[in-house]
T-cell receptor, first 114, second 115 residues
Framework: GQQVMQIPQYQHVQEGEDFTTYCNSSTTLSNIQWYKQRPGGHPVFLIQLVKSGEVKKQKRLTFQFGEAKKNSSLHITATQTTDVGTYFCAGPDAGGTSYGKLTFGQGTILTVHP | SQTIHQWPATLVQPVGSPLSLECTVEGTSNPNLYWYRQAAGRGLQLLFY??????ISSEVPQNLSASRPQDRQFILSSKKLLLSDSGFYLC??????????????FGDGTRLSIL
């Protein structure tokens, strides 16, 4: 079945340093979605990328979708303590009857030292 | 706007006891509904999904069952809990349809501890 791999599993940074997490799918994706889960909280949708090579920005966060639509990255510039949490990528199941199901990566746990 | 409610927030149950977790969605019709389990520090495992009333699909064999008695109500149940059922249970909804590619929106989750 479809697999979505995410690296690194953990990342510890000093406040102000940059952070990047990478996501790779075993299959071509129609879109890639990114979610953030704060400690003790639930996943919250951040963004969806649809086009090959697409780049989107949300303040200090930059999201990229690979040309082959099989990989993606999330880059945070100058991390802040509010960035702490687990970042997940997710891709829809392949096929025309996916019923909106998503395959989530294992997530990258980001800790930021002040 | 759409909202999703999930309860209880925390639950401590003895082994062998029954379970019922409830999730309701407001502000949308005919949503796709999902139950996930998340082990501590791990990813999200899809347990069940539903595209309509009475329509339940199971993703993994387990000790749990799900039901959708109303359009915007999704229930996760067990007749006899096992220690391995401990975890963080999340309900989510997405725009309905079998070809949906839309994001999912999660409830606050239930932390279930089995003693």
């Amino acid at each position: 079945g479809q697999q979505v791999m995410q690296i690194p599993q953990y990342q510890h940074v000093q406040e102000g340093e940059d952070f990047t997490t990478y996501c790779n799918s075993s299959t071509t994706l129609s879109n890639i979605q990114w979610y953030k889960q704060r400690p003790g909280g639930h996943p919250v949708f951040l963004i969806q990328l649809v086009k090959s090579g697409e780049v989107k920005k949300q303040k200090r966060l930059t999201f990229q979708f690979g040309e082959a639509k099989k990989n993606s990255s999330l880059h945070i510039t100058a991390t802040q303590t509010t960035d702490v949490g687990t970042y997940f990528c997710a891709g829809p199941d392949a096929g025309g009857t996916s019923y909106g199901k998503l395959t989530f990566g294992q997530g990258t746990i980001l800790t930021v030292h002040p | 706007s759409q909202t999703i409610h999930q309860w209880p927030a925390t639950l401590v149950q003895p082994v062998g006891s029954p379970l019922s977790l409830e999730c309701t969605v407001e502000g949308t019709s005919n949503p796709n509904l999902y139950w996930y389990r998340q082990a501590a520090g791990r990813g999200l495992q899809l347990l069940f999904y539903s595209v309509g009333i009475g329509q339940i699909s199971s993703e993994v064999p387990q000790n749990l069952s799900a039901s959708r008695p109303q359009d915007r109500q999704f229930i996760l149940s067990s007749k006899k809990l096992l220690l391995s059922d401990s975890g963080f249970y999340l309900c989510a909804w997405g725009t309905g349809g079998y070809r949906s590619n839309q994001p999912q929106h999660f409830g606050d989750g239930t932390r279930l501890s089995i003693l």
